[in-house]
């Protein structure tokens, strides 16, 4: 599904400033496969996902995607068969549309739009038992402007947007750093949910090891731009943070081990 081979990026490029971000990274990730990827700060994994998605353009590199290579691809193409949601939750949704607009505008993304703005029927009905699997009311409250929703509400359905396509592969970077513990444990729960229900290929970025253990089938952590372990199956499941800080070692202090 996902392949990216030699992968490497380098800021501020022949000024005392320069930083290599990536080096030389490989990583194939198969079709439903659900990775978290922790690391401490400057490990990379944030770039990664920016790479990955378009934001900024590789030094060397490719990044192949579903079989098609999409290294140099602008990121407004990529937006069409990626999903993202981010660390921020006033990111991903606009504020002052309702809850059903923004809504709409996922459901079309990628698509040709015609000369009718309007939600149909199908679609209005559609977002109603989408929202449904949230938990949180907002399948009654279509018409509310998004901007008056929680920050853990607000992500929830940055999710759902970032989701209802099922887009070829899920962005997550730390989508809910931001958020309360019990709204956060809310949100990785729905989205484990939804990335299950629909067998979606995600990255999921977390300081977090607990979550990083129990969420996903396949774990990697990297540190200084590189991958420097990498684990799966009955293995994964059976680790204890204690496991990783053991094996990580100076790595390990950058870590939260909320």
């Not at 920016?50 to 407004?76: F, K, Q």
Request: net charge positive; charged share 25%.
């Amino acid at each position: 599904m996902l392949k990216i081979r030699n992968l490497t990026k380098v800021f501020n490029i022949g000024t005392i400033n320069e930083q290599r971000v990536l080096s030389n990274l490989n990583l194939h990730i198969s079709e439903g496969d659900f990775v978290t990827i922790i690391g401490g700060n400057g490990a990379g994994k944030s770039t990664l996902l920016n790479v990955i998605a378009g934001v900024y353009m590789p030094e060397e590199g490719e990044i192949l995607l579903a079989g098609e290579d999409i290294t140099r691809m602008p990121e407004y193409k990529r937006a069409a068969f990626l999903g993202r949601v981010f660390q921020d939750p006033l990111m991903g949704t606009a504020a002052d549309m309702e809850i059903i607009e923004n809504l709409a505008i996922a459901n079309r993304r990628g698509k040709r739009r015609g000369l009718s703005w309007g939600v149909t029927r199908e679609e209005k009905e559609k977002f109603r038992e989408a929202l449904k699997i949230l938990g949180l009311g907002l399948e009654n409250r279509l018409h509310d402007k998004v901007g008056l929703l929680s920050g853990g509400q607000r992500q929830a359905l940055a999710l759902l947007m970032a989701t209802i396509q099922k887009p070829k592969l899920l962005l997550l970077d730390e989508h809910t750093a931001a958020l309360d513990p019990k709204t956060a444990i809310k949100v990785l729960e729905l989205t484990q949910e939804i990335v299950e229900k629909n067998r979606l290929t995600t990255l999921m970025v977390t300081h977090n090891m607990k979550d990083a253990i129990k969420y996903g089938n396949r774990l990697i952590m990297m540190n200084k731009g590189e991958i420097v372990y990498d684990v799966s199956g009955e293995e994964k499941k059976n680790l204890k943070v204690t496991d990783l800080l053991d094996k990580f070692g100076s790595f390990s202090d950058r870590m939260l081990l909320a």
